[in-house]
């Protein structure tokens, strides 16, 4: 099955600062690969995702891209703010319906 | 846009004891999804619902769980026989047939085992 491997576990910035979170996944069959974002007592947010046909796709201040032949894809976060603190996770959807794998997800805090 | 809706949030309950949680999808959303996260890990897949038909199941729903979806709306997760194991957020998620990739979960029901 597919499995996902997301790095650095834990990530500490200064505020205006850039974060970069990264993964990779092992099943080359996978085509969609969404990026969550969890804070306390709550449950995951969608806040960017990519489509296997696409290499870069931009929404303000985060960026996602994908190298299909490596099989990894990266979260970019700019100008990074206090309430960007939170755990991020990315996923990948196989080609079974709707399963999503999760990586182990990434801590970040941004200092002010 | 309500958003996905999950009860109860927290249930704390004795080893051995039959739990039952409820999922309420965002509104017209078709496909209804249940996952388990564990304190310091990422969601784990459980199951997966298209309209009341019931389409994937991992390998984590053992004979004690059982998920329905009797109308295509809501969904129920049942737990039998607890163990401690079970202890964990179980999230749910929903998406539309538009844009089926596009999961949105609810905040979860937190159970305890003890």
């Known amino acids: 099955g597919e499995n996902v491997e997301q790095h650095p576990s834990t990530l500490s910035v200064q505020e205006g600062d850039s974060a970069v979170i990264k993964c990779t996944y092992s099943d080359s069959a996978s085509n969609y690969f969404p990026w969550y974002k969890q804070e306390l007592g709550k449950g995951p947010q969608l806040i960017i995702d990519i489509r296997s046909n696409v290499g870069e796709k931009k929404d303000q201040r985060i960026a996602v891209t994908l190298n299909k032949t490596a099989k990894h894809f990266s979260l970019h976060i700019t100008e990074t703010q206090p309430e960007d603190s939170a755990v991020y996770f990315c996923?990948?959807?196989?080609?079974?319906?709707?399963?999503?794998?999760f990586g182990q997800g990434t801590i970040l805090t941004v200092h002010p | 846009d309500t958003g996905v809706s999950q009860d109860p949030r927290h249930k704390i309950t004795k080893r051995g004891q039959n739990v039952t949680f409820r999922c309420d999808p965002i509104?017209?959303?078709?496909?209804l999804y249940w996952y388990r996260q564990t304190l310091g890990q990422g969601p784990e897949f459980l199951t997966y619902?298209?309209?009341?038909?019931?389409?994937?199941k991992s390998r984590l729903l053992s004979d004690r769980f059982s998920a329905e979806r009797p109308k295509g709306s809501f969904s129920t997760l049942e737990i039998q026989r607890t163990e401690q194991g079970d202890s964990a957020m179980y999230l749910c998620?929903?998406?539309?047939?538009?844009?089926?990739?596009?999961?949105?979960f609810g905040p979860g029901t937190r159970l305890t085992v003890t």
């Open positions: 996923a990948a959807k196989g080609p079974s319906y709707g399963k999503l794998t």
């Open positions: 509104s017209e959303h078709n496909r």
């Open positions: 619902f298209q309209n009341e038909a019931q389409l994937e």
């Open positions: 998620a929903s998406s539309f047939r538009d844009r089926a990739y596009e999961q949105y």
